[in-house]
Structure formats: C-alpha cells, structure tokens
C-alpha cells in the first residue's frame, strides 16, 4: 500500500471531494495529535501512576482517574487556541467549554470522551479516545448547550484512538472508513486500512453478560440463541468478546464483524453509554463501515438529544445481526 499520512488523507479528500475544509483538516490534525500525546502518557503505564483515581467524580458519577484528567486537559490545550471550534464539550466537563476570548472562534464544536474505558487503565488493558465533529448552527459567538444539542446525523467527522499495543486511530469524514496506525519513530498516524467494511453476518457478540437478570426479553432471546449454538434456531455456534473498553470493542467489530451491545435493562434503564461523545461517533462509523446502529429499536443517528450527557441503549456492529435485534425489540420480543 502507497504510504499515506493522515495529512495526505484529509489534502486529498479535499481534493476530489471537497469535503475537508483546511479548518476541519487543522482541527482532525490537532485531535490527532492529541491523541499522540495521551498514547505517550497511557504507555507510561504504573511508572506515571496513570491508574491511579483523583478522589473526584466526573458528571457521570464515575471516579476521575489521574489520566481522565490529564487526556482531557491535553484535548482542551490543543484545541482551544487554533480557530477552528465555537466549543467543546467533554465526558469530564458538566457543561460546554468556551473558546477563551484571547483565541478566535470558528465554526464547529468538538466533542469528546478523553479516556475511554478507564477503568481498565490499572489492568494495562486497552483504552482510547473518542471524538465527534458537529458544525455550529447560527451564531456561534457563544455556543451554549443547545447548539450541542443535534442528532449523530450532522456529524461531519467522528474517529477514536485505541492505545493498545499498537495505537491506532479510526476515522471517518463521511466517506468510508479508515485506519491509521501511529509511527512512533516518525510521530505519524499513517493509513494502514484504506477501506474498512464490516461484514454484515458474524458469529461473535459482545455484552457484559453480568447484567444478564436485567435484560429484556428481546437481548435476553437474541443472546439465548447465539448460546444455543449449532443445535439452536442459529445453526451456528457463537464466540463471545467483552474487553469493557468500547474502543477496543468496536475496532475488533470494524476488523472481523461482529455485534456489540449495551443495551437499557432493568438497573440502566436510560441506557450505560452516553449518546453525544460514545454512541454517536461510534455509529457514525459503524455505519459508514457498512454496519448499523441502534437504541434497540430506532437508528442512533435519528436521535434528538436532550442532554449533553445523556445516556442511550446501544446496539452496534455487523448489519444482520443489530437488524435482528431490533427486530426482536419492535415485534415485542415474542418468540
Ligand atoms: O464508558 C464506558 C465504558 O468503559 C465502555 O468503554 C465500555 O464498553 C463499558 O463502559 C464497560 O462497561 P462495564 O463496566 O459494565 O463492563
């Protein structure tokens, strides 16, 4: 494959499809790098304490670990002085982040959760970064809540980082799918999935089966019969993923198919995740990548957001199988 950079990538999506204004192309740059400076903190590891918890809570109500923190501290530095963004908003801020009136201000809003799956920073299992690119509507001298406030459909770009063993950014700008993988010795992202496509059958599911006894009926028979294997109504035996970081989670769907799950059930009735900064961008690719995205019962991307931290059902990955899930919710969950 010819040796393209992220810079390359946004240039000629410009190019032939005018579709990456400079100011955007600035602003995924800036998000990128970004990325590139939390993938050098995760990777210190227990060296830089980095599992270690600031004794606050964050507006989920989930403990603030140092690297929450620190991740969301160098997405605001990096992008508050550029031009490009009215305001931000964060898993870690309770409301929108002004662009302080010593920097201009641009058109569009970045939101973003800086530290995906944090929880599993202690255990040195992969976490990540997520990031979602909405245009301002109106005048955007002051982008409070309500500009936020806009369905996952008028994304212009979402993308997340995974700091794994090898860190790598996924993006999409509306136009397909594709993966980067970060050059430590050059400090590059460069594209090493120039297409990426979920295959719309798959054989392997992710849920935290723990919350088993809250499930609804329609996760409860879908599940049911992925366990029930070759002797069940699927004729096909199912493998079972759950790495509860959903960076990791998706990009194994985005690589081999798959179907990921946190749906609403009896103990989190609005939902696990949040729609603006997780559910949305990840439908965005998922769906760009040839998958689908549901609440259960209706797209993602159709939802009008209420909250900026608001909480949704999620249901993501290989066509056929989110199709037959929500199948299962909109007939009622009879068998
Ligand atoms: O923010 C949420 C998150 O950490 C996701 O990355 C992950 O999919 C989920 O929560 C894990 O949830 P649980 O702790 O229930 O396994």
Redesign the pocket.
Known sequence: MRRVTLTQYLIEQQRHFGTVSPELRLLIEVVARACKAISHAVSKGPLAGIGDSVGLDNV?G?AQKKLDVIANSVLVEANEWGGQLAAMVS?EMAEPYQIPNRYPKGEFLLLY?PL?????LDVNIS??TIFSVLRCPGNCAEADTSAFLQPGSKQVAAGFAVYGAATILVLSVGNGVVGFTLDRELGSFVMTEERIEIPPETQEFAI?A??ARNWGAPVKRYIDECLAGKEGPRGKDFNMR????????VYRILSRGGI?M?PTDAKHKEG???LMY?ANPMAFIVEQAGGAATDGSQRILDIQPSKLHQRVGVVLGSRNEVERVTRYHTDGGAR
């Open positions: 989920q989930e898993e959760d995906d799956g944090s929880s599993n976490v990540g935290n723990s919350n759950w790495v509860a970081s959903m960076v990791a989670d990921f946190y696990r995740l949040r997780e």
